[in-house]
Nanobody, 123 residues
Framework: VQLQASGGGLVQAGGSLRLSCAAS????????LAWFRQAPGKEREFVAA????????YYADSVKGRFTISRDNAKNTVYLQMNSLKPEDTAVYYC?????????????????WGQGTEVTVSS
């Protein structure tokens, strides 16, 4: 299984970025894909997730209404559209995949991780 994240960069507050996570080696219909982020000195935290087969989405309260997770079946890619970015969104963003688990927002329930892409939001 490989997850390749990309799309990070430097953006001003209020701006937008779109992250991509290209996935391979998965039976996509059985998986949930998610984005987590980790700011310096902080724990890795849940951002958003999507159940691949049904397209059901989940968001952390801190990003609800600003971020959108989506998937492209043909490209086996998950996206995270981030709008109205704030300095507190600055972090390394990781994509992750899991088949089963009790808590969709728990990083411990995810089996596979990408390498991370850095997002910096300047004020």
């Amino acid at each position: 299984v490989q997850l390749q994240a990309s799309g990070g960069g430097l953006v001003q507050a209020g701006g937008s970025l779109r992250l991509s996570c290209a996935a391979s080696g998965l039976t996509f219909s059985s998986y949930t894909l998610a984005w987590f982020r980790q700011a310096p000195g902080k724990e890795r935290e849940f951002v958003a997730a999507i159940r691949w087969s049904a397209g059901v989405t989940y968001y952390a309260d801190s990003v609800k209404g600003r971020f959108t997770i989506s998937r492209d079946n043909a490209k086996n890619t998950v996206y995270l559209q981030m709008n109205s970015l704030k300095p507190e969104d600055t972090a390394v963003y990781y994509c992750a995949a899991r088949r089963l688990g009790a808590d969709i927002s728990s990083r411990y329930d995810y089996d596979y991780w990408g390498q991370g892409t850095e997002v910096t939001v300047s004020s």
